[in-house]
């Protein structure tokens, strides 16, 4: 042992009182560790409820949702992929005398209850054809729109040249 001298009843008893100081600190460390646990797991439940509620809801209104979407938008629900919006456009472009060199598909984007689907079309026409193109799309489809349009000419005897990208937005079914 490491003392060699038998300690007095007074010292024995500060060891004991040293000892349980020590020890309530350590317990009095570990439940305010336990507390703040259990305060940031209860902060998380709280905002998940939170979200389950507003996810519930939406699901609720789903019914009020696909018909408001399907009077704004009653074309669109025929877009059910990217193969079909391509379709469409080319039908459209067909339709209002547009010619176009190239078209192509972009990713389709997942936003929430929608879907975006995205083409991206070069044509080298007179802007007539261009604008009876944009026309037309825009009066047949609802929830189809333009992002982006580029129009140049190298020179006044060339036709212009149009780079656009078509989104079109669909609610999941």
């Keep these: 042992m490491i ?3 038998k300690l007095t009843k007074r010292e024995l008893l500060l060891w004991q009182v040293s000892i349980a100081v ?3 600190i350590a317990a009095d460390v570990l439940v305010r560790q336990a507390k ?16 389950v509620l507003k996810m519930q809801s939406v699901i609720e209104n789903k019914g ?4 408001a979407y399907a009077k704004i938008s009653p074309d669109s629900v025929t877009i059910k992929d990217a193969d079909s919006f391509l379709k469409m456009i080319a039908r459209f472009a ?26 991206e079309i070069e044509s080298q026409q007179p802007i007539m054809s261009l604008a009876k193109f944009l026309d037309v799309l825009n009066e047949e ?8 349009l580029q129009i140049s ?6 036709l212009p040249k149009a780079i656009l990208t078509v989104n079109a937005l669909t609610f999941e079914q």
């Design 64 to 67: 009020v949702l696909e018909s």
């Design 94 to 119: 067909k339709s209002s005398g547009l010619n176009i060199r190239n078209m192509k598909a972009n990713a389709v984007q997942e936003k929430g209850l929608f879907k975006v689907y995205s083409v």
């Design 22 to 24: 020590v020890l309530v």
């Design 141 to 148: 489809v609802k929830g189809v729109g333009i992002e982006r």
């Design 36 to 51: 703040a646990a259990f305060m940031r797991l209860d902060k998380e439940i709280n905002l998940s409820e939170a979200e």
């Design 3 to 5: 003392f060699k001298k």
């Design 153 to 158: 000419a190298q020179n006044q005897k060339e």
